[in-house]
């Protein structure tokens, strides 16, 4: 008898599903030594982090704040104009630069 999946794991596997993918430049400031991180498609996210694992995960909070507000708000999530709703099926952050992240 087949596994049941549940509808998440189904949706997830649909190859119709709409992905995000938000790309995230990270650069270190040489005197401070602090990580800045940008979510570049999203205007006004930009964090701070002492380590550059900090910077990136403060910039994956703060995308996912300002993307759930504007889609509550009926909001494009990219652009933050009036639209009408859209889902996604996932969302998947990636570096801008894999060479950054290697340092």
């Known amino acids: 008898m087949p596994r049941k999946r549940s509808a998440v794991a189904a949706l ?7 992905r995000l993918v938000l ?7 040489r005197e401070t030594g602090r990580w800045i991180a940008e979510v570049v498609s999203i205007p006004g996210v930009m964090v701070y982090g002492s380590t550059k ?13 300002v993307l759930a507000d504007r889609l509550k708000h009926n909001e494009d999530p990219l652009t933050g104009r ?14 801008a630069r894999q060479a950054a992240l290697a340092r």
């Open 23 to 29: 790309a995230v430049e990270l650069e270190e400031e």
């Open 53 to 65: 694992a900090e910077a990136f995960r403060r910039a994956q909070a703060l995308a996912f704040e």
């Open 82 to 95: 009036p639209t009408e709703p859209r889902t996604f099926g996932g969302v998947r952050f990636a570096a």
């Open 12 to 18: 997830l596997d649909s190859r119709d599903t709409r």
